[in-house]
Nanobody, 116 residues
Framework: QVQLVESGGGLVQPGGSLRLSCAAS????????MSWYRQALGKERELVAS????????NYADSVKGRFTISRDNGKNTVYLQMNSLKPEDTAVYYC?????????WGQGTQVTVSS
């Protein structure tokens, strides 16, 4: 059974940091590109960051460049999103996403709220 389980979300003050984790199981994690998406209330889901299978290349939304870092540990079947200098506009549900060719999987999401 395929599972993507996110953790690490919560409430943080503006300027603070959080580290999201996504633990994968039920598929060959190292063969899948991984991404983080987010969806704010009333808005469409948007791509935040992506990382290829071996982690050598990453891609970020302009809104998070220089503040967020995506990484992966294929030995632990886990992808991470380090989020620094958080802003209120980063408030959203963050989703983990795995894709390889025509197969893709979504996690259930974790809430991140940036507020004073």
């Amino acid at each position: 059974q395929v599972q993507l389980v996110e953790s690490g979300g919560g409430l943080v003050q503006p300027g603070g940091s959080l580290r999201l984790s996504c633990a994968a199981s039920g598929f060959t994690f190292s063969s899948y590109a991984m991404s983080w998406y987010r969806q704010a209330l009333g808005k469409e889901r948007e791509l935040v960051a992506s990382i290829i299978t071996d982690g050598r290349f990453t891609n970020y939304a302009d809104s998070v460049k220089g503040r967020f870092t995506i990484s992966r540990d294929n030995g632990k079947n886990t992808v991470y999103l380090q989020m620094n200098s958080l802003k209120p506009e980063d408030t959203a549900v963050y989703y983990c996403y795995a894709r390889r060719l025509s197969r893709d999987y979504w996690g259930q999401g974790t809430q991140v709220t940036v507020s004073s």
